[in-house]
């Protein structure tokens, strides 16, 4: 199970940062995790991915050097840390995680993620 949190009303230039509580199941450094997000009117979209022990992430063009993914595996959590936020940035977040892949793999299709958090709104104002 997968429990996201931490989403918000911030200005754009702002910063947040995203939880997601994994609990259950096998230990959480089984699985590769990610941020997936879904805007107004869009379909969802992958964010960030990072592998099973943090030795690999990818994140896409738009939030790249501005968001910043990253995993505790003993407390089994997964954040997303948001800096200079902009008005499109504003979505629901997913948190999701994949099982049975290497340490160092990051997968960027939603249909390889076999666990997903509920959401939180990111509301990013101009």
């Known amino acids: 199970q997968l429990q996201a949190s931490g989403g918000g009303l911030v200005q754009a230039g702002g910063s947040l940062t995203l939880s997601c509580a994994a609990s259950?199941?096998?230990?959480?450094?089984?699985?590769?995790a990610a941020w997936f997000r879904q805007g107004p009117g869009k379909e969802r979209e992958l964010v960030a991915s990072?592998?099973?022990?943090?030795?690999?992430?990818y994140y896409e063009d738009s939030v790249q050097d501005r968001f910043t993914i990253s995993r505790n595996n003993v407390e089994n959590i997964l954040y997303l840390r948001m800096n200079n936020l902009k008005p499109e940035d504003t979505a629901v977040y997913y948190c999701?995680?994949?099982?049975?892949?290497?340490?160092?793999?990051?997968?960027?299709?939603?249909?390889?993620?076999?666990?997903w958090g509920q959401g939180t709104l990111v509301t990013v104002s101009s």
């Open positions: 259950g199941g096998r230990a959480f450094n089984n699985y590769a």
């Open positions: 999701a995680a994949s099982g049975g892949r290497n340490h160092y793999s990051t997968p960027r299709s939603q249909n390889l993620y076999d666990y």
């Open positions: 990072i592998s099973r022990t943090s030795m690999r992430t």
